[in-house]
């Protein structure tokens, strides 16, 4: 616990500290953002945001790695491959959203990468996590990751390396890299308006933390409870999981105090992908890879609103389903103000973390009366 406490309080006062720090840093090097002409024109608001210091999400990448570090060395314990998954992750999808933002500030347009090349930076990282993830097994034969669907944990009868060595190894990596792919850039279309993705992502990857410490106390191996044998988890480092987690959710909270309406500091394509690479990896790594559209319901809801919305476009030939895409931009045209926006679905974030958690639970103990 010493660990995990240690972990969150560091990268929590290195984001509610340092941030300031960050900032004159940022606009020294002229790191504002830049807003797309049309959100400019449909909503007027967006424009005075224009020139804030963005790319803010290095600050809880860094705050992360050094609150981790900094807790597991003073638990006395060392970096597993697990945690160290998570991390790479978060820098990797992180190091392309930098990318995409820096050449957006350098040429002070809205046109950063490509989405298809955002997508083949996605999987560069992608490809190396799930080749690791599947390999290294612990003293109990256990990897990081399975090449089994999850819900609550493994299930039997959706093998992916049941067809073969070639053909498994195939639909995982493209399983996983589908899981990666589509949080990040659902994350990344979130943050449109000050808090909401980091708020959000508190209740999503601080519900992933509880569930990986209740794995850890429930993990399959010596010495666990003969009552509870049929329910145990076989995770691999779920303690260290929960701690990466922490650190991590922790580093949102203190940002999220210069992030909340009206944002001192955006946190970028840089923050969103980190994000989506952080749900990613403890979705994959914790066996709750489809509890995953419950617990991080209100990223769905973002990328399922600008599916519909172009599907209803192509289908009706021009009409539209919302005002505006992602949903948080058609209730802005709505004419809902900014913070209610937001603030009400950081209340549905935490509900759907709270439920899924909840969910996550009652299957633990339908495993043990069962």
Known sequence: MRSLLMAAAISLAFTLFLTPVFLRLFRKWGWGQVIRTPDAIENPSHEAKRGTPTMGGVIFIVGTIVGYFTGIYAGGSEPTLSAMLVLWLMVGFGAVGFIDDFMKVRS??????????????QL???IPFGILALNFPNDFGNTPASGYVSLFRDIPW???MAGGLVLGWALYLIWISVIGVATSNSVNLTDGLDGLAAGAGVFVVGAYSLIAFWQFKQVCGEGVDPS????????RDPFSLAIVGASFAAGLIGFLWWNAPKAKVFMGDVGSMAIGGVITAMAILSRTELLLFVIAGVFVLSSGSVILQRAYFKITRGKRLFLMSPFHHHLEMRGWPEVTIVVRLWIIAGLLAVSAVGLFYVEWLSQVNG
């Open 158 to 160: 959706l093998n992916l």
């Open 124 to 126: 560069i990282v992608m």
């Open 108 to 121: 002070q347009r809205s046109l950063g990468l490509s989405g298809w090349r955002k997508i083949v930076g």
């Open 228 to 235: 509870v044998l049929s329910a145990c988890y076989e995770v």
